[in-house]
């Protein structure tokens, strides 16, 4: 059934965990070499539901919430890295 829902506040219970995990010393950031080429061969990113499989198979707005933070948490790890270089190089 499609339609609209109106609401002013909604919570989403999770199933999944948060990726503060991202954050830890071990965490195997994934290279964006390797992120571009992914991207160029499958036109979506690593670990996201082509937008043809969201449509066949709808998407669970806990799990797509928690991967888009874990997705914006990883960016900001290499924008942090990229200003940690750009730094370097002013100097």
Excluded: C, W
Aim: proline share 3%; glycine share 4%; hydrophobic share 40%.
């Amino acid at each position: 059934m499609l339609g609209d829902i109106n609401a002013v506040e909604v919570k989403v219970d999770l199933s999944v965990p948060g990726s503060d995990y991202v954050f830890e010393e071990d965490y195997d950031l994934p290279f964006l070499e390797g992120i571009q080429q992914y991207v160029k061969e499958n036109k979506h990113l690593p670990e996201v539901s082509s937008a043809k499989e969201m449509e066949e198979n709808r998407i669970d707005l806990g799990v797509i919430n928690m991967l888009l933070l874990k997705k914006v948490e990883e960016l900001t790890l290499h924008l942090i890295e990229q200003d940690k270089i750009n730094k370097d190089q002013a100097e």
